[in-house]
Nanobody
Framework: QVHVVESGGGLVQAGGSLRLSCAASGSIYRVDFMGWYRQAPGKQRELVGTISSGGSTNYADSVAGRFTVSRDEAQNTVFLQMNNLKPEDTAVYYC???????????????WGQGTQVTVSS
C-alpha cells in the first residue's frame, strides 16, 4: 500500500509565494515521475509540472517561469515552489507519483488528496 500526502496550501495575495510538498511512503521499490496537477472550479484537471527520475522537468505554459518542481529522492518527496501567484492560479492542487511496487511490477500512478490554493486579487 502506498500513501501520498500533500501539504502547504493556503490563502495568499496576488504576487505572493507558496510552497507545496508531497511525500510518498509505503510499498515503494522505485519512484518514477513525480508531479503536480490542478483543478479549478468548473474546469478539468490540468498539468502544472512534472519531474522525471532523472531530474527533467516539464511545465504548463501558464506557470513556466513562475513555478518550479523539485524532488528529494531520498525522502520520496516532491515540491512545488510557486512565485508571483495570480488569481487564476486558484485551484485544488494534486500531487501525482508514478511508483513501481516491486522489481518486476508495472508502474502505478498514485494521487494525493489535494490541497487548496487560493490567490486573492
Amino acid at each position: 500500500q502506498v500513501h501520498v500526502v500533500e501539504s502547504g496550501g493556503g490563502l495568499v495575495q496576488a504576487g505572493g509565494s507558496l510552497r507545496l510538498s508531497c511525500a510518498a511512503s509505503g510499498s515503494i521499490y522505485r519512484v518514477d515521475f513525480m508531479g503536480w496537477y490542478r483543478q479549478a472550479p468548473g474546469k478539468q484537471r490540468e498539468l502544472v509540472g512534472t519531474i522525471s527520475s532523472g531530474g527533467s522537468t516539464n511545465y504548463a505554459d501558464s506557470v513556466a517561469g513562475r513555478f518550479t518542481v523539485s524532488r528529494d529522492e531520498a525522502q520520496n518527496t516532491v515540491f512545488l515552489q510557486m512565485n508571483n501567484l495570480k488569481p487564476e492560479d486558484t485551484a485544488v492542487y494534486y500531487c501525482a507519483v508514478g511508483i513501481f511496487n516491486g522489481r518486476h511490477s508495472p508502474r502505478y500512478d498514485y494521487w494525493g488528496q489535494g490541497t487548496q490554493v487560493t490567490v486573492s486579487s
